[in-house]
């Protein structure tokens, strides 16, 4: 068979030679080691904690080492991509702190080495399929969808490895006038990949996650080149992957089956093989059990979910290094203030077997990230998500910037800085009592206290409260209060007898507490009455 007459039968117009596309996207000019990385997702509008897991791994390997973080956007197949596809992933991973150096931007692209859409690839695709027929190492495929349902059937009554292979790939040595006629006919071809692989043959391949895996040659003469000249995921990766010069392919491990293929693509079309890093799949614990996180079970699936909770991006990024390498955590006690960059992220360090999310854990992470933040950072922080979520809030703050950072700063600063936000979402409910327009009361003094006694130490405190009263002023008088009403102001004294008080100058503040904030617990009583003022406290301790 003339194979030249074929590629030129096949793909007519398309006049670029593979050489063409080499100079056009030469290799990149980057410092020794520096890795390039890419995000590559279908634009279905849906990303999930999978998704972000990758792209951070991606943009750490890449920002960690001088490199280039792109995105890559895998609309070949249409029924997958929604309209505002491309804009929803940019948006969502910038929101949650990624970054990219290149690629798809909203309405076309920045960087020397696109398109990087593949919907608007053909021409670069076919360049290659075209020499691939050249060297008699692809082939067209005229077979029907029932002609391939029949190929199945009989392997599956055969109990044989079903695919397009061996004896059943019709059409791999079909001669030139065969495929003529069905040109002339007008019928639509797949253009296949002409396997030299035998299933017998076995090797190791050398995983940058997995590290050594057992892997077996493809047989199969897998579809390159859809009907419509566009191509498969395969094909496409291979393509696109040498082209733009990844360095470092991330990608979820359902790909490992398909990797003999990809290895023998790349020698086929000769590439050089960048080096492959199959993330594990994510796991939760449920009851105890590992299980898959879902889409269905799990409302954390989603990326959305972070944004509507108001996790700050910071939170994200530090739990996501927390999940993705198993040292990270040991470096992080070493270095409690180091910025995140500083760590020396790897893929050696990464779950082989599946990393557990864990939202428990993500919020005791938040909780430390936000407790470090300044008063003016969270204060931008829950503007900012209430703006989108909350009007009331936001107006409210936006309204009086002053008194929300001296609420703000209550607790935070010292050596042991207060851990109660872990999203932005909780805020309104945390400083809720600040607000007289907000205030309700959520808690009630314990019924074993007798209410005369609450009474008369709240109109004893309110009797004697003066705004201006330094601290260790205003306790001492609740010592006071405590010892004139029959609760003992000492917490040793009382630990000692109980039974001789009624109780614990503790309480008494708990009355007092209860009475200004309408909760047991709260930030710094004394410091929380500063900023309410005077006139309030009173009207809630008489109220
Ligand atoms: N478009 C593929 C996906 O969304 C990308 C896989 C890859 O990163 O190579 O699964």
């Known amino acids: 068979m003339d194979n030249n007459s074929l590629a030129e039968l096949l793909y007519p117009d398309i006049k670029t030679l593979p050489a063409d596309m080499e100079a056009r ?7 020794e080691g520096a890795k390039v990385t890419r995000f590559a997702p279908s634009p279905t509008g849906f990303l999930h904690i999978g998704n972000l897991y990758g792209a951070f791994t991606d943009e750490r390997l890449a920002h960690t080492s001088g490199g280039v973080f792109y995105l890559r956007i895998e609309d070949t197949d249409a029924k997958r991509t929604v309209p505002n596809g491309v804009e929803i ?3 969502t991973l910038a929101r949650l702190g990624l970054e990219f150096d290149e690629g798809a931007v909203s309405g076309g692209d920045s960087g020397d080495y696109g398109p990087y859409r593949q919907s608007e690839r053909a021409p670069i695709y076919q360049t290659y399929a075209k020499q691939l027929v050249r060297e008699g190492k692809a082939y ?4 029907t969808e029932e002609e391939l349902a029949a190929i199945r059937e009989k392997q599956e009554a055969a109990k044989l490895t079903t695919g397009y292979y061996g004896e059943f790939a019709v059409w791999r040595d079909a001669p030139l006038e065969k495929i003529k006629e069905k040109l002339a006919a007008g019928e639509k071809f797949v253009l296949r990949f002409r396997s030299e692989g035998s299933a017998a043959n076995k090797y190791k391949f050398r995983d940058q996650i997995k590290g050594e ?3 077996t040659e493809n047989d199969i003469d897998h579809v390159i080149l859809k009907s419509d000249g566009i191509p498969t995921y395969h094909f496409a990766h291979a393509v696109d992957d040498h082209l733009m010069r990844t360095t470092h392919v991330v ?3 359902s790909w490992l089956s398909t990797l003999p293929f990809h290895i023998q693509l790349f020698k086929a079309l000769g590439f050089k093989l960048p080096k492959y890093c199959h993330t594990a799949q994510m796991l939760k614990l449920d009851n105890g059990n590992k299980r898959k996180i879902s889409k269905r079970k799990d409302p954390e699936f989603a990326l959305t979910y972070y944004l509507a909770q108001g996790y700050p991006v910071a939170a994200v990024r530090e739990y996501l290094i927390t999940i993705l390498n198993s040292n990270f955590e040991e470096w992080r006690l070493a270095n409690p203030d180091a910025p995140l960059d500083n760590f020396k992220f790897s893929t050696n360090k990464m779950s082989i077997s599946g990393s557990i999310f864990d939202l428990d854990k993500l919020n005791d992470i938040s909780k430390n990230v936000v407790s470090r933040m300044t008063a003016e ?10 703006q989108e979520n909350d009007e009331e809030f936001a107006n409210i703050l936006s309204a009086g910037k002053e008194k929300a950072l001296r609420i703000f700063s209550i607790g935070r600063g010292g050596k042991k800085p207060r851990k109660d936000i872990a999203k932005w979402s909780e805020v309104k409910r945390f400083v809720s009592f600040f607000y007289p327009s907000l205030f309700a009361r959520e808690d009630e003094i314990p019924p074993q206290f007798a209410r005369e006694d609450v009474k008369a130490v709240l109109s004893a405190f309110a009797a004697g409260y003066d705004p201006a009263d330094a601290q260790d002023v205003w306790f001492g008088k609740i010592k006071q209060i405590a010892a004139d009403n029959g609760f003992c102001p000492d917490m040793k004294q009382y630990k000692a007898s109980p039974e001789a008080f009624k109780g614990s ?3 008494v503040s708990m009355f007092i507490r209860v009475a200004v904030t ?3 617990n709260s930030p710094d009583l004394y410091e929380v009455m500063n900023v309410l003022g005077g006139e309030e406290v009173l009207r809630r301790v008489s109220g």
């Open 25 to 31: 996207y030469p290799e990149r000019n980057l410092p």
């Open 505 to 507: 100058v503790a309480d």
């Open 89 to 91: 992933i940019i948006q």
């Open 140 to 143: 067209p495929c005229f077979c």
């Open 251 to 253: 990608r979820d491990e």
């Open 377 to 386: 950072e969270v204060f931008e922080g829950a503007l900012a998500w209430a």
């Open 213 to 215: 895996i057992d892997v």
């Open 518 to 520: 309408g909760r047991v």
